[in-house]
C-alpha cells in the first residue's frame, strides 16, 4: 500500500521559516512528480509548487522567491523550505504525489495535510 504523509506544519511569526516534508512509502517503482497545495478556509485548494522527478519546479506567483520545493528521489521525499512567511501563507498544505507507479499501475495520491499558521 503506498501512503502519502506530511510533516513540519506548525506556528511561526511573519518573516520566520518552517520546513515541510513529505515521505511516499510503499513498493514505488516511479513518480512523475511531487507537489504543495495549500487550501485555506472557505478557499479552493491551489498549487503553491510542484518538482518532477527530473528536477523541474513550478511555483505560484505569490511564493517566488520566498518558498524552494526540493526533493530526494532516493528516499520518494519532497521537501518545502517556506522563507519570509506571511499570514496570507495560512493554510493547510497538502503534499500531492502524480503518476505514482505501483505494482497495480499508475495513480496519484495525496497527504493528510498539516496546519501552518504565520501570525503576525
Known amino acids: 500500500q503506498v501512503q502519502v504523509v506530511e510533516s513540519g506544519g506548525g506556528l511561526v511569526q511573519a518573516g520566520g521559516s518552517l520546513r515541510l516534508s513529505c515521505a511516499a512509502s510503499?513498493?514505488?517503482?516511479?513518480?512523475?512528480?511531487m507537489g504543495w497545495y495549500r487550501q485555506a478556509p472557505g478557499e479552493q485548494r491551489e498549487l503553491v509548487a510542484r518538482i518532477t522527478g527530473g528536477g523541474r519546479t513550478n511555483y505560484a506567483d505569490s511564493v517566488k522567491g520566498r518558498f524552494t520545493i526540493s526533493r530526494d528521489n532516493a528516499k520518494n521525499t519532497v521537501y518545502l523550505q517556506m522563507n519570509s512567511l506571511k499570514p496570507e501563507d495560512t493554510a493547510v498544505y497538502y503534499c500531492?504525489?502524480?503518476?505514482?507507479?505501483?505494482?497495480?499501475?499508475?495513480?496519484?495520491?495525496w497527504g493528510q495535510g498539516t496546519q501552518v499558521t504565520v501570525s503576525s
Open positions: 510503499g513498493i514505488i517503482f516511479s513518480i512523475n512528480a
Open positions: 500531492n504525489a502524480d503518476g505514482v507507479v505501483t505494482v497495480r499501475g499508475k495513480f496519484d495520491y
